[in-house]
């Protein structure tokens, strides 16, 4: 295969907010099998969606079995040959108010779901050496909020999960194409109320997530634009003295 369009598009957590509003999105451009644990919720996306471009499937990511076999189901249509790990919950509990297994409720969702359903994309990714996997992530483990422990720790993990994955694939599998993306401050149930709309950011990660660039591995972006890797005070300074062009760092069309 030679483009992510040709097989079929897993959207996590599409039931509603950003996960919905991808699904929508992807499906102008391709078939698309959004996850979620509320049929209702899914049929809705179904409505939205490009006439018969939306299967919903129900599955709760926190269950190892669910999303095995929402993948079988996958399968029957098309090959996957794109991944959107965006589903995640966020309870806003105080840490005294958690108990470990509420705090890891949070992990199995945001970190095993995400573990999960890559483990069963690469099947097929790694049978034809092809695929496209964008992992939604946040900032939320470099300066935590309040009561959002199990989030911050699950989101920093799920972005280690990232880096680990790609070490191990990288340099046998370059065209499985990884990286994050964070979308932004959404106005959304995990969001704040005067954030940016769904909809608005789905058409930059719809964008990033079509995007197949083997030279994507790796990078982070938040909202349309690619986030510069850190260099330390003696690059920079060695780079200036060799007069090295500063690397720009890239967009998305506007």
């Known amino acids: 295969m030679s483009d992510v369009t040709q097989g079929i598009a897993v959207v996590t957590g599409a039931g509603g907010g950003l996960g919905r509003a991808l699904a929508v999105a992807l499906s102008r451009t391709m078939p698309v099998a959004g996850f979620g644990r509320d049929r209702d919720a899914l049929e809705e996306v179904r409505s939205m969606a490009e006439p018969g471009r939306f299967h919903p499937v129900v599955a709760d990511v926190s269950d190892f079995n669910d999303v095995s076999q929402a993948f079988v189901t996958v399968r029957k249509i098309a090959p996957v040959t794109l991944l959107v790990n965006n589903a995640a919950i966020y309870p806003r509990r105080d ?7 509420s705090f890891m409720a949070v992990v199995g969702t945001n970190l095993g779901g995400m573990v999960a359903a890559t483990r069963a994309a690469l099947d097929d990714m790694l049978d034809s050496g092809f695929g496209r996997i964008l992992n939604v992530a946040t900032f939320a483990d470099i300066a935590p909020l309040p009561a959002s422990s199990a989030y911050s720790v699950s989101k920093g993990a799920a972005r280690i999960f990232t880096r680990a994955l790609i070490a191990d694939l990288g340099d046998r599998f370059p065209g499985i194409v ?14 704040i109320a005067d954030g940016l709309p769904p909809e608005a950011a789905a058409k930059w990660g719809a964008e990033l997530a079509l995007w197949h660039d083997p030279s994507l591995t790796g990078t982070t972006w938040e909202m349309d634009r690619e986030v510069p890797p850190p260099r330390s005070l003696k ?3 060695a780079d200036r003295v060799l007069m090295k062009p500063k690397v720009q760092a890239r967009r998305l069309p506007r």
């Open 235 to 237: 690059r920079r300074i």
């Open 95 to 101: 840490f005294p108010e958690e108990t470990a297994e």
């Open 178 to 191: 990884i990286n994050d993306w964070m979308p932004g401050m959404l106005a959304t149930r995990m969001g």
